[in-house]
């Protein structure tokens, strides 16, 4: 029998550097830690929606024949990410819903800046805003002519502004006339 050091032996005999591990354990620890954040922080998608400043609104309705959509919101409101990232960045529900109104989204900065500007008080104020996301279609005479607080979910919001839209224009309620202070 031969000596036990003539041998051959099964396996590398090579160590592996115990620094390597340890690299290889964090970057496994900050993979799974990148993870979790983005599921609890989902990337913001691009907003499809050609949104209409408010004070253009007006105009822009009045010379289209369409009513105005008001989509009331927050940075902060998690239903309302959650809509803007399932309807606002789809390019199909997104030109659907712009032949039919002229959408102008009113972003409430209270939380975060500690004031809303004039026009989005006023805005708010006009149309009884209480939680978010509401959403109102205003007609030519400025009053609302279909309401909807919360997400429904994005086949459900798209088929309401659509009802809403058919319903501003078989009443013949074009346009709108809201006065801004």
């Known amino acids: 029998m031969p000596p036990a050091d003539a041998m051959p032996r099964s396996g590398s005999t090579r160590r592996d550097p115990p620094w390597l591990w340890i690299l290889a354990g964090a970057l496994l620890v900050a993979r799974v830690a990148t993870g979790v954040y983005e599921g609890r922080h989902p ?3 691009a907003d499809l929606m050609p949104w209409v400043p408010a004070a253009e609104a007006p105009a822009r309705a009045a010379s289209s024949g369409k009513p105005i959509l008001y989509e009331f919101g927050a940075e902060w409101c998690g239903p309302c990410q959650r809509m803007h990232n399932e309807v606002f960045t789809d390019e199909k529900m997104t030109r659907t819903m712009a032949q039919l109104v002229v959408p102008v989204e009113v972003v409430d900065r209270q939380q975060e800046d500690g004031h809303n500007t004039a026009l989005v008080d006023s805005l708010q104020h006009a149309h009884g805003v ?11 005479e400025g009053n609302a002519i279909d309401r909807l607080e919360g997400y429904p979910g994005a086949r459900e919001l798209v088929q ?3 009802r809403a839209g058919v319903k501003a224009r078989i009443t013949g309620k074009r346009g709108a006339t809201f006065r801004f202070p």
């Open 43 to 45: 990337p913001r998608r």
């Open 160 to 162: 309401w502004v659509s």
């Open 130 to 140: 209480q939680s978010f996301p509401t959403l109102v279609v205003v007609g030519a």
